[in-house]
Nanobody, 123 residues
Framework: QVQLVESGGGLVQAGGSLRLSCAASGRTFSIIHMGWFRQAPGKEREFVASIAWSIGSTYYTDSVKGRFTISGDNAKNTVNLKMSSLEPEDTAVYYC????????????????WGQGTQVTVSS
């Protein structure tokens, strides 16, 4: 089993930056992809970014390209999401997720989830 705990959420002004972190524990050796998802009020959970745990390749949804950066530290069993140029539209609960599958761009592919951390961007 894999346990995930997010941290770093909070309130930030539009145009500001925020860094989220996710600490993984348990059978982390089984993880192939780790990702970040978000769910805004009244909307479904959507993919934000992912990283291949061992290889390091990354993928981003179009709306965050150039503004968000996902990174991982295998030694510390952590994955981070650095967010810059934040917009009110980025306001959501952000979730860290992990999967043992070979693809990791869809919510349906992820098996392990954190509890979520709130990110609120004010205008």
């Amino acid at each position: 089993q894999v346990q995930l705990v997010e941290s770093g959420g909070g309130l930030v002004q539009a145009g500001g930056s925020l860094r989220l972190s996710c600490a993984a524990s348990g059978r982390t050796f089984s993880i192939i992809h780790m990702g970040w998802f978000r769910q805004a009020p009244g909307k479904e959970r959507e993919f934000v970014a992912s990283i291949a745990w061992s290889i390091g390749s990354t993928y981003y949804t179009d709306s965050v390209k150039g503004r968000f950066t996902i990174s991982g530290d295998n030694a510390k069993n952590t994955v981070n999401l650095k967010m810059s140029s934040l917009e009110p539209e980025d306001t959501a609960v952000y979730y860290c997720a992990a999967t043992r599958k070979l693809v990791g761009h869809s919510q349906l592919e992820y098996e392990y989830w954190g509890q979520g951390t709130q990110v609120t961007v004010s205008s």
